[in-house]
């Protein structure tokens, strides 16, 4: 992100913070709020929201670094989040992993280089009676092969 | 018209049963065929999704797996009147696999549009509601409590004692938090709940409400579940508007309001007390228990803390009675758990059944014995914090106290099947590797102690003073299951011991009888 955005930034920081911050427990629904809108909570939120809900900017800081959903870099223009929990594991999950890993030229936590792709880890997606599986975005796919994660990569790259 | 079924369920939809929907209506427009499209949940069979089911006068029947290209071939092949295919699975309540199941809970799920209250109602739902609307609260707690109903999220603890102890705790509010952070791998039922029968939960958490006076619920989910998300707030919404949620329930006066707050991705917020700091808006960070959550629970006030699976049993409870649903299972293990059987495995699934069916039986006779076609080696029942069971011990019940017995545990109900080719030092690695990237970092076995396990474990695997290591991870492993505040800590031991007293030539050690 430039720092041109950064005032358009601050403005939807402010917006989802001042709209929600009366609820009951709000912090949460407000950094998703965000991540959801920018797809990451940008460091500089922090102040803004602590103000909002009477917390020290340690309080909020603790809270989002707690918590792995929650990022403080711009994502990659996909983030695939590979399951690597037992099931998929039983099911060669492990040598998809590595698979991925490889042909993404990233590791976890990290985005390639072209800005496309960002790679987290997950631990179970639920999808267990197809393993191994991940997600891309918000869609979850199943019984996931290395061809199969191939043609999804040229899918995304070819988008981007 | 016919009317023709595509789950919506998340795992089908990862098959690609969004695609197969779509080549459906495309086929259907362009041959000129009018039907019904119902977007339904999974019945589970997940071996067969997508799987499409189409309504005849003699009932629903299958086909499955389906994919887009199958599409023509079975209009071609007269699916909408139910004729054969090469996919065809039969009448659906036929099929063995969900045939002999007894589902409870799961009743509706895989058979009504999870999000119309239309369905929900004429497949007997909001019947518990309307019982316990005309109920004394002590009455409806003393009906759960005769159910012997547990708590299906993994503690087993029995439900109607919780709901008698927020009962009797006077406050001026209450609430009603949902666990629906099912983030035990290798299960999936609370997800099928929340996506396939919606409603099942929403009333389930509004009898609760009435039970012991909240008028507030919450459902915390995980953010890994956007699909149940979407489902679970449609279904909401239409409660809303049809009076059963909000300020009169039915008429009656009565109000429950109800709203789902979103997780972000820490195992360790399954915890109950762990949950509430998180839905207050902080770190996920373990409490000190006492006070129970039932006395100071969200926000300082007394609360029920309870699993999907557990509130969504209690709708079909009032409707039937406890004694109904008390008269399945064994034991101290009374009603059904919804089975998820995963992993390695050929015929993969939810199979809801009576307490008391053995593991042999769900990974053969359900499961049809590993994918690979390999010996299936191990099983670890109960998610990322359950032990890993021999073949020797595939002749347990499953139940409650059978398990406690071979120091395993049911937990959720999750089953994860591997074939031969596993090592089981790399699990008893992988389950302290668990343990400290979810671990809430408050209490230091845990904390500390899942950092020193994967060192202890790299150290064994790398074959390094490999008695001495021994020695030192079981050391650790007794200083976690004592030390540790909650089950993240204290039940990381489970797997890794297991592990190492079930399979010890994986860690390199000498068989126990030698030991």
């Keep these: ?160 | 018209m016919a009317t023709v079924y595509v789950p919506r369920d998340s795992s089908a939809v990862s098959l690609g049963a969004e695609r197969v929907a779509e080549a459906i209506r495309r086929e259907a427009a362009q041959r000129g065929v009018e039907l019904k499209l119902v977007r339904n949940g999974s019945r589970g069979l997940y071996w067969a999704e997508p799987m499409v089911e189409v309504s005849t006068v003699a009932g629903r029947v299958a086909y499955g797996p389906v994919q887009p290209q199958d599409v023509p071939g079975l209009f071609d092949a007269g699916f909408l009147e139910g004729k054969s295919h090469a996919l065809s699975l039969g009448a659906t309540e036929e099929i063995l696999y969900l045939k002999n199941q007894e589902r409870l809970t799961n009743a509706r799920v895989g058979i009504t549009d999870p999000v119309s209250l239309e369905d929900y109602l004429s497949h007997d739902g909001y019947r518990g509601l309307k019982n316990a609307l005309a109920m004394q609260p002590a009455d409806i707690v003393k009906e759960v409590t005769d159910s012997g109903l547990r708590g299906r999220g993994g503690a087993a603890f029995p439900t109607g004692i919780k709901w008698n102890t927020v009962l009797n705790a006077p406050s001026d509010q209450k609430y009603i938090v949902c666990n629906a952070d099912e983030g035990d791998s290798g299960t999936f039922s609370d997800r099928m709940i929340m996506e396939g029968d919606p409603f099942v939960l929403i009333e389930g958490m509004t009898i609760a409400g009435l039970a012991v006076g909240a008028t507030q619920g919450y459902i915390y989910l995980r953010v890994e579940y956007p699909n149940a998300l979407t489902i679970l707030n449609e279904a909401i919404a239409a409660a809303y508007r049809a009076g059963y949620l909000g300020q009169s329930l039915c008429g009656s006066g009565k109000s429950f309001d109800l709203e789902v707050r979103v997780g972000a991705g820490a195992y360790v917020c399954g915890e109950e007390t762990a949950l509430l700091e998180s839905l207050e808006g902080k770190r996920g960070l373990v409490r000190f228990k006492p006070p129970l959550p039932a006395i100071v629970g969200l926000f300082g006030k007394p609360t029920i803390v309870n699993n999907v699976i557990s509130l969504a049993s209690v709708p079909i409870i009032l409707d039937k009675g406890g004694t109904h649903y008390r008269d399945f299972g064994m034991g101290r293990s009374r009603g059904t758990l919804p089975i998820q059987l995963a992993g390695n495995i050929k015929r993969p699934g939810l199979i809801e059944k009576a307490f008391g069916v053995t593991l042999r039986e769900i990974l053969y006779d359900y499961g049809g014995g590993s994918a690979s076609g390999r010996p299936i080696r191990a099983v670890q029942v109960g998610g990322p914090l359950g032990a890993f069971l021999p073949e020797s011990q595939f002749d347990t019940p499953l139940d409650y106290e059978a398990f406690a017995a071979l120091w395993a545990v049911l937990g959720h109900g999750g089953i994860v099947a591997f074939d031969d080719t596993v090592d089981m030092a790399r699990m008893a690695r992988y389950a302290m590797e668990f343990c400290a990237a979810e671990s809430c970092g408050k209490c230091t076995p845990c904390r500390i102690g899942s950092t020193r396990g994967v060192e202890v474990m790299d150290r064994i695997i790398a074959n390094r003073e490999h008695d001495k290591n021994l020695l030192l991870l079981r050391d650790l492993c007794d200083t976690m299951l004592g030390g540790s505040l909650c089950a993240l800590g204290g039940m990381t031991p489970y797997p890794v011991l297991s592990a190492l007293n079930h399979f010890p030539e994986d860690f390199g050690a000498a068989k126990p009888e030698a030991a």
Aim: glycine share 8%; charged share 20%; proline share 6%.
């Design chain 1, 1 to 160: 992100m430039t720092d041109s955005t950064t005032d358009s930034q601050q403005n939807v920081v402010r917006d989802i913070t001042s709209r929600m911050a009366n609820q009951p427990g709000a912090l949460l629904p407000i950094l998703h709020g965000i991540q959801d809108e920018l797809g990451y909570v940008p460091p500089d939120a922090v102040p803004t929201i602590a103000d909002a809900l009477n917390l020290s900017r340690a309080d909020v800081h603790g809270v989002i670094s707690f918590y792995h959903y929650f990022r403080t870099t711009p994502p990659g223009k996909h983030t695939v989040y590979l399951c690597r929990a037992e099931s998929c594991q039983s099911m060669g999950g492990v040598a998809l992993e590595a698979h991925v890993k490889q042909r993404l030229g990233i590791d976890y936590h990290e985005t390639t280089s072209d800005g496309v792709v960002s790679l987290e880890p997950m631990y179970c997606l639920g999808n267990c009676a197809c393993s191994p599986a991940l997600m891309v975005d918000k869609e979850v796919l199943g019984r996931v092969t290395a061809e199969g994660f191939d043609t999804l990569l040229k899918t995304l790259k070819e988008g981007a």
